[in-house]
């Protein structure tokens, strides 16, 4: 599904929703988006706790060749991870206000002057004061049929365009994703 519209502060925006099927699925959207988005890129990351926001992450990380093993970084609040084919930074703002979040200068990880170009993941971005000019949102959700069942572990992924460059092109179907 794929809408356009006017996002907040005029900005034009597109959205597209994924279905997820499982945790593994998440992995492979992660995978996705580490294969083929470039340096310089800013996603924030929208969710509940439990969501998949740091599977997603792993995702990327796998994808752009990390072999660390990638935490969810809410007590160091940053990892920063440079061994794959750009720079990973991951961010977590879960116990900040966005007062504290804004103390921190987060848009030097995307600006290009202090810290080499590459893939900025932020969790908990609500809390962040200041956005980059083009940025790339995706909201996780637990589908309402995975909270009913006991065994089902389903998301629903929108992935939103927030700026005058795209991040999301091409994305894959769901059936895809399993292949991935």
């Given at each position: 599904?794929?809408?356009?519209?006017?996002?907040?502060?005029?900005?034009?925006?597109?959205?597209?929703?994924?279905?997820?099927?499982?945790?593994?699925?998440?992995?492979?959207?992660?995978?996705?988006?580490?294969?083929?988005?470039?340096?310089?890129?800013?996603?924030?990351?929208?969710?509940?706790?439990?969501?998949?926001?740091?599977?997603?992450?792993?995702?990327?990380?796998?994808?752009?060749?990390?072999?660390?093993?990638?935490?969810?970084?809410?007590?160091?609040l940053?990892?920063?991870?440079?061994?794959?084919?750009?720079?990973?930074?991951?961010?977590?703002?879960?116990?900040?206000?966005?007062?504290?979040?804004?103390?921190?200068?987060?848009?030097?990880?995307?600006?290009?002057?202090?810290?080499?170009?590459?893939?900025?993941?932020?969790?908990?971005?609500?809390?962040?004061?200041?956005?980059?000019?083009?940025?790339?949102?995706?909201?996780?959700v637990?589908?309402?049929?995975?909270?009913?069942?006991?065994t089902?572990?389903?998301?629903?992924?929108?992935?939103?365009?927030?700026?005058?460059?795209p991040?999301?092109?091409?994305?894959?179907?769901?059936?895809?994703?399993?292949?991935?």
């Amino acid at each position: 599904m794929n809408e356009t519209g006017r996002g907040a502060e005029g900005m034009s925006t597109t959205a597209s929703v994924i279905s997820l099927a499982d945790a593994d699925a998440t992995l492979a959207l992660g995978e996705f988006l580490g294969r083929s988005l470039p340096p310089g890129t800013v996603l924030l990351l929208h969710g509940n706790l439990g969501s998949g926001k740091t599977t997603l992450v792993q995702g990327i990380g796998r994808a752009l060749g990390i072999t660390d093993p990638i935490l969810s970084p809410t007590f160091t609040l940053i990892s920063e991870y440079y061994e794959g084919r750009i720079p990973l930074y991951h961010l977590d703002l879960y116990r900040l206000t966005s007062e504290e979040a804004a103390n921190l200068y987060l848009e030097t990880y995307w600006d290009g002057n202090e810290y080499p170009p590459g893939l900025v993941a932020i969790e908990w971005a609500e809390r962040l004061a200041e956005r980059p000019e083009s940025y790339g949102e995706i909201e996780l959700v637990i589908s309402s049929e995975a909270a009913k069942s006991t065994t089902s572990a389903g998301r629903q992924a929108t992935l939103i365009n927030n700026g005058p460059t795209p991040t999301f092109t091409n994305l894959p179907s769901v059936s895809k994703l399993h292949k991935a």
